[in-house]
């Protein structure tokens, strides 16, 4: 169902797969979108159950209206599915709040710095990759207190996969040199995860990579292999600090 990382940190993060949902048809498994024609009650217990895996209630998921651009919201409290903002990034510093990008073929970033208690997450397509949303949520994140970040990029359509007209790779490469790539069939491609991860690397925060490549798997949703299909989600949530351990009072003899 999930591939988790950061057990025993503040920070949650974890990337979702297709297994364990109650969507059926072209949606099959743990469909996470709102917005791919989905049955709503079917994604409500999706949702839920991805909520319970973190350990925060269903309402405290923080999602956005993805658009493909460069718009980072902050969030200081849940907001509704009719309140989501058209963003592609989101950053918070509030504990409990569980920040969740959806993706089929784009990249999943989640990013944070554990200490400082800064959390965010991104959704980076081919648009994103050259519009900059790397850079802004992270400009965002260190402006509200983040000072050592590192990130983990999920899976996305690989290079192999992702063919483009000529004159698209050569406009993205311009861009992004590290995102050239070549098709399976020997065409012109982007790997935009190797984009995100110089993109990363560029802007001073370490990152890894979930390996997997969402047109390959059958257990990723991928928009280029199906058309119509689900969302799987990167998440990230940020724990409360932990309590100060229980000091003993002082024994007094006498
Ligand atoms: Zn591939």
Not at 8 to 37: E, K, M, Q
Not at 196 to 219: D, F, K, M, P, Y
Request: charged content about 15%; hydrophobic content about 45%; proline content about 7%.
């Amino acid at each position: 169902m999930f591939a988790w990382l950061d057990e025993g940190s503040r920070v949650v993060r974890g990337f979702t797969d297709r297994h364990d949902g109650h969507s059926i048809g072209a949606h099959a498994g743990l469909n996470l979108g709102s917005r791919v024609a989905d049955d709503p009650a079917a994604v409500a217990r999706n949702r839920a159950a991805a909520a319970a895996a973190l350990g925060v209630p269903a309402g405290n998921l923080v999602f956005l209206h993805q658009v493909h651009g460069a718009q980072v919201a902050t969030v200081t409290e849940p907001w509704g599915p009719e309140d989501e903002p058209e963003a592609d990034a989101l950053v918070t510093t509030v504990p409990g709040l569980a920040l969740v990008v959806l993706a089929a073929d784009c990249v999943p970033v989640l990013l944070a710095d554990p200490v400082a208690g800064v959390i965010g997450a991104a959704h980076v397509g081919r648009p994103g990759l050259l519009a900059g949303t790397v850079a802004a949520v992270v400009e965002r994140m260190r402006f509200v207190g983040a000072v050592n970040l590192d990130a983990a990029v999920g899976p996305a359509v690989c290079g192999s996969c992702y063919e483009v007209p000529q004159q698209m790779h050569d406009d993205a490469v311009a861009l992004v040199p590290e995102a050239r790539a070549v098709s399976a069939t020997g065409t012109p491609a982007l790997d935009i995860a190797k984009g995100v991860l110089a993109q990363l690397s560029a802007a001073g925060v370490s990152a890894r990579q979930v390996i997997g490549c969402t047109r390959e798997s059958g257990n990723l949703y991928s928009y280029r292999r199906d058309g119509v299909t689900g969302r799987h989600a990167g998440l990230i949530l940020l724990r409360p600090p932990a309590a100060p351990a229980h000091r003993p009072g002082r024994h007094h003899p006498g």
